[in-house]
């Protein structure tokens, strides 16, 4: 059936180095969103790209849909102690059904 | 605070019993997501609804059903619970506007089936 996955499941960073987390799906979607959930809290929007090849930045995140609108990337750059959480795509299918990303969770040492 | 609001925040109970949550969407928000997120899981999505009606179906076993009533708030009903069905239930809202569509996620309630 249909997955969005995301890899990797785990990154650890230390603070100040670049982070990247790949979001690939397995059927077309409509679009992408991303959010990010601090450990304990609930997930927080961070941003939605329904444009093919749309690039949107906020401050230190770059979001990227693909061409094929299959998959999607979030970096950060200079990572810091703030950035800890778990980010994770989403999307809707051209069904309308929702999907989630299986996250990728990361850790900033200081 | 996202303007979501679940009740109650933490609900003990044991196997074979039945349970519901609560999720008040924000105002003026039509959709109303349920999610299941288990211990150090990713978010698993349940159901959505709009305006009242069931519009898409994600994995929820046939032991949950949910509704949606005509204030717009909606419950998650889960019955003969298991041990597994333990986790973090997140309801989110959003307001559709075409395309683009935001959710807000509520702080969720935790189940624990002993």
């Known amino acids: 059936g249909q997955q969005v996955m995301q890899i990797p499941q785990y990154q650890h960073v230390q603070e100040g180095e670049d982070f990247t987390t790949y979001c690939n799906s397995s059927?077309?979607?409509?679009?992408i969103q991303w959010y990010k959930q601090r450990p304990g809290g609930h997930p927080v929007f961070l941003i939605q790209?329904?444009?093919?090849?749309e690039v949107k930045k906020q401050k230190r995140l770059t979001f990227q849909f693909g061409e094929a609108k299959k998959n999607s990337s979030l970096h950060i750059t200079a990572t810091q102690t703030t950035d800890v959480g778990t980010y994770f795509c989403?999307?809707?299918?051209?069904?309308?059904?929702?999907?989630f990303g299986s996250g990728t969770k990361l850790n900033v040492k200081p | 605070d996202s303007g979501v609001t679940q009740t109650p925040k933490h609900l003990i109970t044991a196997t074979g019993q039945r349970v519901t949550l609560r999720c008040s969407p924000r105002?003026?928000?039509?959709?109303v997501y349920w999610y299941q997120q288990s211990l150090d899981q990713g978010l698993q999505f349940l159901i959505q609804?709009?305006?009242?009606?069931?519009?898409a179906k994600g994995n929820i076993l046939e032991r949950f059903s949910a509704q949606q009533f005509p204030d717009l708030h909606s419950e998650l009903n889960l019955s003969s619970l298991e041990l597994g069905d333990s986790a973090l239930y997140f309801c989110?809202?959003?307001?559709?506007?075409?395309?683009?569509?935001?959710?807000?996620f509520g702080p969720g309630t935790r189940l624990l089936v002993l």
């Open positions: 989403a999307g809707h299918d051209y069904f309308n059904k929702f999907y």
């Open positions: 609804y709009y305006n009242g009606e069931e519009r």
């Open positions: 790209l329904v444009k093919s090849g």
């Open positions: 059927t077309t979607l409509s679009n």
């Open positions: 989110a809202s959003s307001v559709e506007q075409g395309l683009r569509e935001t959710q807000y």
């Open positions: 105002s003026g928000d039509l959709s």
